[in-house]
Each structure stands twice: as C-alpha cells, then as structure tokens.
C-alpha cells in the first residue's frame, strides 16, 4: 500500500474497523444478546461456506461469494445478502466478524441499509462509536416486549436512511436514540430518562 494520504486513511478505516468488530466479538462472548442467537448449526454451516472467502474481505466481495447462503433464526430464514452491506468500505477481518454480524439478523438487516446509504455520500465518515451506537440502540428497540414484531428497527432504519438522503449526512447517534425513543413513546412503552433511549 503506498505511503499516501489516501493511504493511511485506508489504513485508519481498516483499523476502526478490526476494532469495533472485536468489540462486536466481546460483547457477543459476554453474552449480551437481546436477540435469540442463530443455531450453532446454522453458523458451522456459514463457516464452511466462508472458508472460500480470503480475509480480510469487503461486504462487497462477502455479497458476492456467500450472499445466497441462508441462515435460519428465530426471525426467519435470510441469505446473507441481507444481512451484510454491498461495501467496499465495510472490512471484516475473520470469517468470526463475519458470524459476530450476522448472530443478530435483525439488527444486521437494519445496519446493512445505513451502511449501504452511507456508502452513498462517499465524504461522510461513519465512524465505530457512532456505529456502536446505533446498533446499541437497535439493540434495545429489540429488547422492548411491548413493541410488537421489532417494528420499531425498521422504522427507526427508514428514518435514518431517510436522513442520510435528505440532509446528506449521517444523524448522530443521539438523534436515532431520540427518535428510537419517540418511536417507542407513541406506541405506548414508557421510556426511563436511565435507560439508553431515555435521551
């Protein structure tokens, strides 16, 4: 890789993106999940399939070698195709960032649409802290029983991705917990101020 501007912000982004997903792999070992994790079965599966797969690898290049591939969750059944993003911004670095991403489909599905907006505006930089928080925050509109049939991801997606449309910019993670809390605030769930969307 030649020693250039272009360069090293490769290098950066290829480093952010190491980083967050072996925090994604850590929260997964401590067992945070707040959706049921794919079958074991299902995952070994996907192993083989990504053995094919020389790492690091983009979304792009993932899409194009196992996006048929299906998974089975409590959710349902989804080829991968929509659970990772058509990026060649978006690195992962083992086929294990790989199962990391995938082991929460929903959020998956839902991160996938902003990635590939973001991808849209080529200047905008969306970083891990801002990532973290917004799959944080999807996190928690799954855990919220009183919000049927996770309606509350899709919609709060939509809104983002809107967002990123409209003003060509990516809202801060603040303004998905705020309209992740509205979401759920109307819909008849009361939000603490010392909960993640009590914002």
Request: charged share 60%.
């Given at each position: 890789m030649?020693?250039?501007r272009a360069g090293r912000d490769k290098q950066a982004r290829d480093e952010e993106n190491r980083q967050r997903m072996r925090a994604m792999l850590e929260e997964l070992e401590r067992?945070?999940?707040t959706e049921p994790p794919i079958e074991e079965g299902e995952?070994?599966?996907l192993d083989a399939e990504l053995e094919t797969v020389e790492f690091p690898a983009t979304g792009l290049e993932l899409v194009e070698a196992v996006g048929s591939h299906e998974v089975e969750s409590a959710e349902g059944t989804r080829d991968l195709a929509e659970l990772l993003p058509r990026s060649e911004r978006e690195a992962y670095d083992s086929p294990e960032a790989v199962r990391a991403r995938v082991q929460r489909p929903t959020v998956a599905a839902a991160m996938r649409r902003i990635v590939e907006a973001a991808d849209e505006l080529r200047s905008a930089e969306f970083g891990s802290s801002q990532r973290e928080g917004y799959e944080r925050t999807f996190r928690e509109l799954k855990a919220i029983d009183a919000v049927d049939d996770d309606e509350g991801i899709p919609v709060v997606a939509d809104w983002v991705v809107e967002r990123i449309r409209e003003k060509e910019t990516l809202p801060g993670?603040?303004?998905?917990?705020r309209r992740a809390a509205k979401?759920?605030?109307s819909n008849g769930y009361e939000v603490r101020n010392d909960e993640w969307l009590g914002v």
């Open positions: 030649p020693d250039d067992g945070d999940e995952l070994e599966d993670s603040r303004d998905v917990r979401f759920c605030r």
